[in-house]
């Protein structure tokens, strides 16, 4: 079965820290990778995705991932954050072939002004 | 393209009653999935349909959880009978399979059961 680990339930920064998420899956096969981010009282938007290939992802707003196959992981990184970047964001996988994504349980980003 | 439209936004019952959450997903959309989201468990996948066609419902938690598609552009989901642990967020989402770029949700349905 496929699981995914995001280890910080939490996350407070100030204006223009750099940002790096952590995230952690399991699958036994070929993965498929996505993190969403997702607004107070929002739905859930999709950041970026990763299928194949350059295994340094660019998403919306700033934002990239990077798979790493031998660690497992596919953190969210940003340089500089801003105040609009408060949300959660959660890190989901599935496997080649298969529709159903599994989410992380989420890391509550609080960035300061 | 409206999006996938979910209603009621928010639902208060009392334990016992049947509560019924709907969900209409992007046209041309093959996939439907439904999820829950709770402080405790994070997003829990409840069930998913292709084709209109239930494909995994596994994470249905118990019997007074059921799901239909009756058609392409329509689900429910029934909670029969409502108990307090039920209440969460419940998320509709769907995707088109030739190019699976992820999920488009909706908006949600806060459902809280006194």
């Known amino acids: 079965a496929q699981s995914v680990s995001q280890h910080n339930h939490h996350v407070i920064l100030s204006e223009a820290a750099s940002l790096e998420l952590g995230c952690n899956y399991s699958?036994?096969?070929?993965?498929?990778l996505f993190w969403y981010v997702q607004y107070p009282g929002q739905h859930l938007q999709l950041l970026l995705k990763?299928?194949?290939?350059?295994?340094l992802v660019k998403g919306i707003k700033g934002f990239e991932a990077e798979f790493i196959k031998s660690k497992f992981s596919f953190n969210l990184r940003k340089p500089s954050v801003q105040w609009s970047d408060t949300a959660e964001y959660f890190c989901?996988?599935?496997?080649?072939?298969?529709?159903?994504?599994?989410f992380g349980s989420g890391t509550r980003l609080q960035v300061q002004p | 393209d409206a999006g996938v439209i979910q209603s009621p936004r928010h639902e208060v019952t009392e334990m016992g009653q049947e509560v019924t959450l709907r969900c209409k997903p992007i046209?041309?959309?093959?996939?439907l999935f439904w999820y829950r989201q709770t402080m405790m468990r994070g997003l829990e996948l409840l069930i998913y349909?292709?084709?209109?066609?239930?494909?995994?419902d596994s994470g249905m938690p118990e019997d007074r959880f059921s799901a239909k598609m009756p058609n392409a552009s329509f689900s429910t989901l029934k909670i029969q009978p409502s108990e307090p642990r039920d209440s969460a967020v419940y998320f509709c989402?769907?995707?088109?399979?030739?190019?699976?770029?992820?999920?488009?949700f909706g908006s949600g349905t806060r459902l809280t059961v006194v």
């Open positions: 989402a769907s995707s088109f399979r030739g190019s699976f770029d992820g999920y488009t």
């Open positions: 699958y036994g096969g070929t993965v498929n």
């Open positions: 990763y299928f194949s290939g350059d295994p």
């Open positions: 989901a996988v599935t496997g080649t072939g298969r529709r159903a994504l599994t």
């Open positions: 046209s041309g959309h093959d996939y």
């Open positions: 349909f292709n084709n209109n066609v239930p494909i995994d």
